[in-house]
């Protein structure tokens, strides 16, 4: 499963593909204090980054993937200081 | 840093204005240099300060536009009517631009996308370059794919777009904005992104702002992406060629020389400099200082120098080893080189790396040569059209209202005292205190007109403030309806109350829109009635007294008075017997009645579904009044006429039922008293002949309330004759009294409707006047009836 | 209390450097071009100039030159601020008795430590 739903978080794991786009939506809007775990996310689909960029959601671990990082480091989401 | 937005937006409208006039003028004058330099010169300026607030797509716009005028001054391009078209649009863009940074406080980056559009186009006419200048390599680059230069870049792009050019690599700026509905067809914008090429840099932005979650819909993309590559462009062709439409890629050039050093001041979000490059960047400008050719400006320069190094040693902690630098300034100075200076540095700096600064050249740079390098920078300028930074002061429009409200309300008091004086004589009959309290009234009078003055000076403006705004409009309407207008401004600098130039705008636009559509003919229209090709259109403004005079006047077409005639009848503002009668004078006067339009269509321009009917009523709002003339053929002519200020109003007092009001002395021709048997009935009107003239006479008391007051009874019967447009008329009131400086306040709310008057106004004695509207007294009355009878009465 | 003058036509950019030097607890006094500033540099001392290049009347270039021609004047350091960042500009801005050049716009935080470092100031 690319997307894991714990209670207070979700990891996303791998190819994070276009159909989850809206349960990610739905789950993030249902759990606005939420924390998004990408440690082993590899590629987000753009429907999902989108998402993650309108839902601006708490990231409690940053892709190891360096390339991807740095996207999403671009965007404005970083780990927890 | 409010405050330095606030300051901005108000020099930028004011650069941006002359920007404007500049342009302008430049169209009628293409070779003006003195323009071209000022127009320069304010571009210049405006870019400098949007560095100054967060608005990185004004500086990218204004940078681009400040990079092609300079072309134009340096005689590389030609000032044509396209560039100025383009520029104007640029302009109007960036006051779009402050608008939102004075609303936002920031320029989101959402105006980026369109700011690139501007930049564009400007750049699409600074490729223009005249053949013999290009070199063919550079035709060759341009014309195989587009190109932007790097500081049109994304601020936080363009250090990295500096280091690959310096580099020698060629590099590609990329935006690429999916179509909405790409995900349906099984695209992945952010995988293909991902997979881009030798990738140097890249964002992602959202094309719009984002919606509530709620309202978001995963699937619909608004994802824009913007990239710097360093692959050839055919690679990224071929990268990008399923999506070829949505994508566009512009080989980037670096378009000034870049500066070595001082990497802190460059925006590219460098880090600040760590202190210690700060230190070496202070003494690499000392040694620099000290290297200049000795000249009368040794002396002063080495103590600034030793100034400077003295506080660098005690920012360091060093303040000790500041005896060793003033034995070496002294030493200096004795034998006029800085040598000594240098040594004590040598010592005292252990000297690093950093020897590449531009100084190391500067040796060989003979003082003649720096001295001739310098003409255009040193040239004086002609003398800023801005005041200077001492002279004058900013004051906020409400602190001017309140100090304005301040004086109203010290004139209404000072009334008070007239009042109390006549009350003390009156009721208490103290002659001697009644004589004191007018003295002192008299002397409060004084202070309070000057007073009253003074503020009046500082609320009047030029009518330059609204007239800048005409040249513009001139021009692209007479574009827009291809005709050639001249524009003639005279008396700009005449003055008037604030708020009287600012209601006059509107009405203003309204003429000059009604000029180029109805009046000025079409260039072969005019050629054949043996006109000139070039229409003229006058403004001109006087002050006569406390009145401003206003003219706004064409040599276009005229009213055909037939017309006008023909229409009013076909809209039945006149019967068939008062089409006979009515003068030619009145005739035109017929424009101004709500509903009359002489367009037989309505028409982009000054059809917006405001007439002149609308003009007549803000300049009458104002206290003022228009007026029509007009030969056939030849032109037309508007004639405003309006109070100076609307400070304060002065009212004859009449009396009617027990009840006072005021009647604007402005209207007032005469007063009579005079027999009821003067009365006499012509058709279905009361009138009065006067001086072999006759006059209609209303009662106001009817036009208030209905009631006929019964006239036989009276010995004598008071009669106020006003001033109307081109008629007069009798008003018949119970008694006058006597004419007073009011404060006129507009009515509230509701009563505003009740247009029969213009306000109201506080008495001395605590009580309320109403003003009343003269105009507006009696329209009413001329819609109905009584205009066949003014027709035939007033001939 | 050290005392800046600013000079510059540009109301905006008087305004902005004002702002930063009184964060530092400076006072900051504004000329709008060269003329202005010989007059106030004349009637008072300053312990640091903020100057622009180009401005009506007199430019940055001959105020620096006419101010280090005063021996009478204490002769405190000068920041030359200019849109320019080409080598001449610079050569020219030292020749004229600039201390330092910077190039607009220049960030707070930079302008911050540099005017500490001239006057003397440990950076904060």
């Known amino acids: 499963m690319p997307v894991e739903f714990r209670k207070r978080s979700v990891r996303l794991v791998d190819h994070v593909s276009v159909e989850e786009a809206e349960p990610l939506l739905s789950w993030l809007q249902d759990h606005p204090r939420a924390q998004v775990n990408l440690k082993d996310c590899r590629h987000l689909h753009t429907a999902c980054l989108q998402v993650l960029l309108a839902a601006q959601p708490r990231i409690r671990v940053m892709p190891s993937d360096p390339d991807l990082r740095r996207w999403l480091e671009s965007c404005g989401f970083h780990e927890p200081s | ?795 | ?124």
């Open chain 3, 1 to 124: 209390m050290k005392r800046v003058l600013v000079v510059d036509d540009a109301p905006t950019v008087r305004m902005y450097h004002r702002e930063i030097l009184e964060s530092l607890g400076l006072a900051v006094d504004e000329a709008y071009n060269g003329v202005e500033a010989l007059e106030k540099a004349l009637t008072q001392p300053y312990d640091l100039y903020v100057v622009d290049i180009n401005m009506p009347e007199m430019d940055g270039y001959r105020f620096l030159r006419a101010l280090r021609q005063q021996p009478e004047l204490p002769q405190t350091p000068a920041i030359m601020v200019s849109t320019e960042a080409a080598d001449i500009d610079r050569v020219q801005a030292f020749q004229a008795g600039a201390n330092l050049y910077l190039v607009k716009p220049v960030k707070p935080e930079v302008l911050r430590q540099y005017v500490q470092l001239l006057l003397g100031e440990k950076p904060s």
């Open chain 2, 1 to 795: 840093m409010s405050n330095l937005i606030e300051q901005f937006v108000v020099e930028a409208r004011e650069l941006l204005q002359g920007i404007s006039e500049q342009i302008l003028a430049l169209e009628t004058q293409p070779d003006n240099t003195e323009a071209m330099h000022e127009l320069f010169r304010l571009v210049h300026t405006l870019k400098g300060n949007s560095g100054l607030v967060e608005a990185p797509a004004m500086t990218r716009v204004l940078h681009v536009a400040e990079d092609l005028i300079g072309a134009v001054r340096d005689g590389r391009q030609v000032f044509s009517r396209e560039l100025a078209d383009t520029l104007l649009d640029t302009f109007d863009f960036v006051a779009c631009l402050v608008d939102e940074l004075e609303r936002e406080g920031t320029v989101q980056a959402s105006y980026d996308h369109e700011a690139n559009r501007y930049i564009q186009q400007l750049q699409a006419l600074g490729g223009n370059v005249p053949e013999t200048e290009a070199t063919p390599s550079q035709t060759q680059a341009e014309t195989s794919a587009e190109t932007v230069s790097i500081e049109t870049l994304p601020v936080e792009a363009q250090g990295v777009a500096r280091r690959c050019l310096q580099a020698g690599h060629t590099l590609c700026w990329i935006v690429y904005e999916p179509e909405a509905d790409c995900f349906f067809k099984g695209e992945d914008p952010f995988l293909l992104v991902r997979q881009t090429p030798a990738l140097c840099w890249g964002r992602i932005v959202s094309r719009k702002p984002w919606p509530p979650l709620d309202a978001l819909d995963p699937y619909h993309c608004v994802l824009r992406f913007e990239l710097l590559s360093e692959a050839p462009l055919p690679e990224l062709e071929a990268h990008f060629r399923y999506v070829a439409d949505q994508v566009q890629l512009c080989t980037v050039v670096a378009a000034q020389p870049t500066a070595p050093a001082d990497t802190a001041t460059e925006a590219d979000g460098a880090p600040v400099q760590v202190s210690a490059e700060a230190i070496d960047q202070i003494l690499q400008a000392q040694r620099a200082v000290l290297d200049s050719p000795v000249d009368e400006g040794f002396d002063g320069r080495l103590q600034a120098v030793g100034a400077a190094l003295s506080g660098l040693l005690q920012a360091m902690g060093r303040g000790d080893e500041c005896t060793a630098l003033e034995a070496a300034l002294s030493e200096a100075r004795q034998v006029r080189n800085p040598e000594p200076v240098r040594r004590w540095m040598e010592q005292t700096f252990a000297m690093q790396e950093n020897q590449t600064a531009p100084e190391t050249n500067q040796q060989a740079l003979p003082e003649s040569a720096a001295e001739s390098a310098s003409p255009a920078a040193t040239e004086a300028r002609p003398a800023g059209q801005r005041s200077r930074s001492s002279s004058t002061l900013r004051v906020s429009q409400e602190r001017i209202d309140a100090l304005m409200s301040l004086v109203g309300e010290l004139v209404v008091a000072k009334n008070g005292l007239a009042y109390l004086a006549s009350k003390v004589q009156r009721d208490y009959e103290l002659s001697e205190l009644s004589r004191e309290i007018k003295m002192h009234y008299a002397v409060i009078h004084r202070i309070a007109e000057e007073l009253q003055d003074a503020v009046m000076q500082v609320r009047m403006l030029p009518f330059a403030h609204v007239f800048q705004r005409f040249p513009r409009l001139v021009r692209d309407l007479a574009r827009r309806l291809g005709k050639e207008v001249r524009l003639e401004i005279i008396g700009e600098d005449t003055e008037a109350d604030k708020r009287i130039i600012e209601s006059l705008a509107d009405p203003l636009i309204h003429l000059i829109r009604n000029s180029l559509d109805h009046g000025i003919e079409s260039p072969e229209e005019r050629r054949a009635c043996g006109k000139p090709e070039t229409g003229l259109l006058r403004i001109r403004t006087r002050q006569e007294g406390d009145r401003i005079w206003i003219e706004v006047s064409d040599d276009g077409r005229g009213i055909d008075p037939e017309k006008i005639k023909r229409k009013a009848y076909e809209k039945e503002l006149l019967d068939e017997a008062a089409l006979e009668r009515i003068g030619p004078t009145e005739v035109l006067q017929l424009l101004f009645r709500p509903g009359f339009s002489t367009a037989s269509s309505v028409s982009d321009i000054s059809g917006r579904g405001v007439g002149l009917d609308v003009v007549k009523r803000t300049v009458e709002q104002l206290g003022g009044n228009v007026r029509l003339e007009s030969e056939p053929g030849k032109g037309t002519r508007f004639i405003l006429s309006l109070p100076l200020s609307m400070m304060v109003t002065q009212v004859l007092i009449v009396e009617v039922a027990g009840q006072l009001y005021g009647l604007p002395v402005e209207a007032v021709v005469e007063t009579v008293r005079i027999a009821p048997e003067d009365i006499q009935r012509i058709q279905h009107q009361e009138a009065l002949v006067l001086r072999n003239q006759v006059i209609p006479v209303e009662s106001l008391q009817y036009r208030l309330n209905g009631c006929k007051p019964s006239i036989e009874a009276a010995d004598t019967l008071a009669v106020v004759v006003l001033q109307l447009d081109t008629t007069r008329v009798g008003l018949l009131v119970d008694d006058f009294r006597e004419t007073m400086d009011v404060v006129l306040k507009p009515l509230p709310g509701v009563l505003a409707g009740l247009s029969v008057y213009a306000g109201s106004a506080l008495l001395g004695d605590g009580t309320v006047l109403m003003i009343l509207n003269p105009q507006t007294l009696f329209a009413s009355c001329r819609s109905n009836s009584g205009s066949e009878a003014f027709a035939s009465l007033t001939m």
